[in-house]
């Protein structure tokens, strides 16, 4: 049973600061990383995908790989109060395979 | 582009009454996924078609079938719905094939089976 998890939070930052979240996956083989974002009674909106090694950015978000410790984050720099929702990360395996989602972490940004 | 357009966006059913999730894309994505959110559970695959023509089973596909109807058009039946089954359902698509593509998904239906 591949597994994803996440803090549920919630993660409480300042308008402006810097929030991280982290995720922890159990199958080594897995090659495909995203994180979603979800506001209260919406659907999840991709927002960041990574499959190699290291940092990739994209406006204020930065999304971090390390396959060898199993472990995908998100800095989201600048925080603003319309960030607050719940993200979601999600894994693949390798070859055809459909995407495992952790249970989300819900990030509060206060004004 | 309307992108995943699911209907209906809520529905009431009582138990053992039927009904169908409707689901399309205009993205000509090859796979489409059903899951179901519930609180404390997250999202729960139920049943996937890779392509065309294909389906297979999720996490969770107990009481459900599905219909990958053309490559644009995949529904989720309940054949007797039951309370367990009361849940936000989302459908998605993705270009599938031999790379993970990230998912775009469906506003949601929001089932209540009393």
Redesign the interface.
């Known amino acids: 049973q591949k597994e994803v998890e996440q803090n549920s939070g919630p993660l409480s930052v300042p308008e402006g600061a810097i929030a991280s979240l982290n995720c922890t996956y159990s199958d080594r083989g897995s090659?495909?990383f995203?994180w979603y974002r979800q506001y209260s009674g919406?659907?999840?909106?991709?927002i960041m995908?990574i499959y190699s090694n290291g940092d990739k950015e994209d406006g204020r978000f930065t999304a971090q790989l390390n396959k060898a410790s199993q472990y995908v984050s998100l800095l989201i720099r600048d925080s603003q109060p319309s960030d607050s929702a719940t993200y979601?990360c999600?894994v693949?395996g390798g070859?055809?395979?459909?995407?495992t989602?952790?249970?989300?972490t819900m990030l509060l940004v206060s004004p | 582009n309307a992108g995943v357009t699911q209907t209906p966006k809520f529905q009431v059913l009582k138990t053992g009454q039927s009904m169908t999730l409707q689901c399309a894309q205009d993205m000509n994505h090859n796979s489409m996924y059903w899951y179901r959110q519930d609180p404390g559970m997250g999202l729960r695959l139920i049943y996937y078609s890779a392509s065309e023509g294909t389906t297979d089973k999720g996490e969770v596909p107990n009481g459900y079938n599905v219909s990958r109807l053309n490559k644009r058009e995949f529904s989720l039946r309940l054949e007797s719905a039951a309370p367990s089954q009361t849940s936000v359902y989302f459908c998605a698509s993705s270009e599938g094939r031999n790379r993970a593509h990230g998912y775009t998904f469906g506003s949601g239906t929001r089932l209540t089976v009393v």
């Not at chain 1, 919406?42 to 991709?46: A, D, F, Q, R």
């Not at chain 1, 070859?95 to 995407?99: C, E, N, V």
């Open positions: 090659q495909s995203f919406k659907s999840p909106e991709l995908s979601l999600a693949n070859g055809y395979s459909t995407l989602f952790g249970k989300g």
